[in-house]
């Protein structure tokens, strides 16, 4: 994460419309499976530790992040322990947690295949894998460069590198779907107009406009309808991708 970026981000993580809702979303569809006491929960790609904050009221959480000035800025901010690790080669055994987490980080590195095997390989036998992705490559911008992605997904290229043989699925669903099409025609139509022109700050999207502006507060309205048609709704398309996994 660019140094620039993971100062914005820990405010965006907090306040911005898309996390926000994002974390509502997230706990929503793990909570169903998440009834057992003293669950143990490995949260990589901590970031500045929202996630992991938000994953503390269902149990004991694991924080890995593999930036060491990320997990430095939010140790001290957070007061949490975010510990040095890489999705590529976690530091634990075989079938450690009942709940492992994965939001918006096998993206970030060139061998995803091996980040999902890590994952399930940590999992106890029945346990939870929770995976979320951004959707759809043809949705490719500055975005993705300033996030250091190396690539989007569909359910199809996301099967591809599931162990099938190892895991089940128990949910899948795209989301921010409401948002698709406007935002979609914006990334599409953004690749025409170099980024120093409309881009601030680190260049992510989510720093393209004030949170206290008329267009945020309105996104916010849509993804917040959005999260409560999730609840009985599957979308089968969307800005991100979700999926839960049980390991057998």
Known sequence: MDKTYYHEYYKLEREHWWFVVRGRILLEHILPYTKAPDLSILNVGAATGRT?????????????????????????????????????????EDNSF?????????????????????????????????ITVPAFQFLWSEH??????????????????????????????????????PIAIFRVLSRLVPARFY????????TLVAND????????????????LLRKVKFPFGVSLMVILRKK
């Open 199 to 206: 881009r601030k700050g680190s260049g992510a999207d989510n």
């Open 52 to 92: 992991s904050e938000l994953l503390s009221d269902l149990g004991e959480v694991t924080s890995i992040e593999y930036d060491d000035d990320c997990r430095n800025f939010a140790n001290a901010l957070t007061g949490l322990e975010i510990k040095k690790g890489t999705i590529l080669d976690l530091e634990f």
């Open 144 to 181: 993705d460069i300033v996030n250091h992605h190396f690539r989007r997904y569909t359910w199809s290229k996301l099967k591809q590198i599931l162990p099938s043989e190892e895991i089940s699925l128990v949910h899948k669903t795209y989301f921010n779907s409401l948002l698709f099409f």
């Open 98 to 130: 009942h709940l492992s987490c994965a939001f918006d980080v096998i993206e970030h590195v060139e061998n995803d295949k091996k980040a999902v095997a890590e994952l399930v390989r940590v999992t106890k036998t029945n346990g939870l894998i929770f």
């Open 213 to 228: 502006s008329f267009v945020n507060k309105l996104m916010f309205r849509v993804f917040e309808t959005e999260r409560k």
